[in-house]
């Protein structure tokens, strides 16, 4: 029964770092701070994790059903763009083609592109 609440605070706090990773994106670079937002999307990804080993490792068998493998596909993404968001910023997936070329025709020495491809 805990499990189930936490579960769905889990959701919830999804949910929440979503809207606000969001918000800081359409803001542009407005509202919480990327360290915090960070530190926020680990500690939902250790809870998740929690929440993975009571379900899976619950009984004498490990449990793979369709949910709990999903759950952990979508587990390991999240860990592998957060992990990559500590190193890089992640905020340019969001940015369409046309930013881009607009930033690179006002006068930008390189389009953003250049930068990670030799």
């Known amino acids: 029964m805990v499990e ?11 949910t929440l770092l979503t809207i606000l ?8 670079g407005k509202g919480l701070s990327k360290l915090r937002l960070l530190s926020f999307a680990s500690v939902i990804l ?5 929440l993975l080993y009571k379900s899976m490792f619950a009984g ?4 793979i059903s369709f949910f709990a493998v999903f759950s952990l596909v ?19 997936l969001a940015n369409s083609e046309n930013q881009q070329n607009k930033a ?5 020495p390189k389009k953003p592109c250049d930068n990670y491809y030799p």
């Open 4 to 14: 189930n609440a936490l579960a769905i605070v889990v959701i919830i706090l999804y």
């Open 21 to 28: 990773f969001s918000y800081r994106l359409a803001s542009g």
């Open 46 to 50: 250790l809870l998740h994790a929690y």
């Open 60 to 63: 004498p068998a490990l449990d």
């Open 74 to 92: 979508a587990w390991v993404i999240a860990l592998m763009l957060i992990s990559f968001a500590w190193q890089e910023p992640i905020e340019n």
């Open 104 to 108: 690179y025709q006002e006068g930008s």
